[in-house]
T-cell receptor, first 109, second 116 residues
Framework: QKEVEQDPGPLSVPEGAIVSLNCTYS??????FMWYRQYSRKGPELLMY????GNKEDGRFTAQVDKSSKYISLFIRDSQPSDSATYLC?????????FGQGTELSVKP | EAGVVQSPRYKIIEKKQPVAFWCNPI?????LYWYRQNLGQGPELLIR????????DSQLPKDRFSAERLKGVDSTLKIQPAELGDSAVYLC??????????????FGPGTRLTVL
């Protein structure tokens, strides 16, 4: 079993839709959770970061962590074509990032 | 502030040939990481440096891979000899603090390696 599982998609939605991206993890010792966005032919860039259960909001993006279920989510409201990218969840273990497989998202105008 | 710089951006080689990748981290960043990203997968850590010391190289295939970070700044990752399965994107990242769980890792654009 992989430490972090993520549905690879691809996921295609119309512009303006609400997008939900999810990951599950197996090690309850993880405490720091991140979402990275990776555009084609680019390196990943940090989108959001959280270390506790609950929600964290940043503009159109909301990160949600449920430690009891070992489940993390990223919601994108009013999705835009510029949001088209691969979204990677990552868990930080003492400075080492454990990434999910990534979900490829396409937002159609 | 300049980001993480990597070169070359693309490299195509024949199997059994050697290849090297270079990384220049963000100025002042003490921690440097090399990741490998296979097609359709998330990045996987190969090696982590704190200044010039390799503090985590447990995932580095040491029979053919080597890395160095002279003077605690630039780093080079080498493969010799390359195999078909080494085709991937090699990403370099850096962060400012020592292996902190809360520190942001900044990634370079990667080197896309194709082994024929």
């Amino acid at each position: 079993q992989k430490e972090v599982e993520q549905d690879p998609g691809p996921l295609s939605v119309p512009e303006g839709a609400i997008v939900s991206l999810n990951c599950t993890y197996s090690n309850s010792a993880f405490q720091y959770f991140m979402w990275y966005r990776q555009y084609s032919r680019k390196g990943p860039e940090l989108l959001m970061y959280t270390y506790s259960s609950g929600n964290k909001e940043d503009g159109r993006f909301t990160a949600q962590v449920d430690k009891s279920s070992k489940y993390i989510s990223l919601f994108i409201r009013d999705s835009q074509p510029s949001d088209s990218a691969t979204y990677l969840c990552a868990l930080n273990q003492g400075g080492k990032l454990i990434f999910g497989q990534g979900t490829e998202l396409s937002v159609k105008p | 502030e300049a980001g993480v710089v990597q070169s070359p951006r693309y490299k195509i080689i024949e199997k059994k040939q050697p290849v090297a990748f270079w990384c220049n981290p963000i100025s002042g960043h003490n921690t440097l990481y090399w990741y490998r990203q296979n097609l359709g997968q998330g990045p996987e850590l190969l090696i982590r440096y704190e200044n010039e010391e390799a503090v985590d190289d447990s995932q580095l295939p040491k029979d053919r891979f080597s890395a160095e970070r002279l003077k605690g700044v630039d780093s080079t990752l080498k493969i010799q000899p390359a195999e078909l399965g080494d085709s991937a994107v090699y990403l370099c990242a850096s962060s400012s603090r020592r292996s902190s769980s809360t520190d942001t890792q900044y990634f370079g654009p990667g080197t896309r390696l194709t082994v024929l």
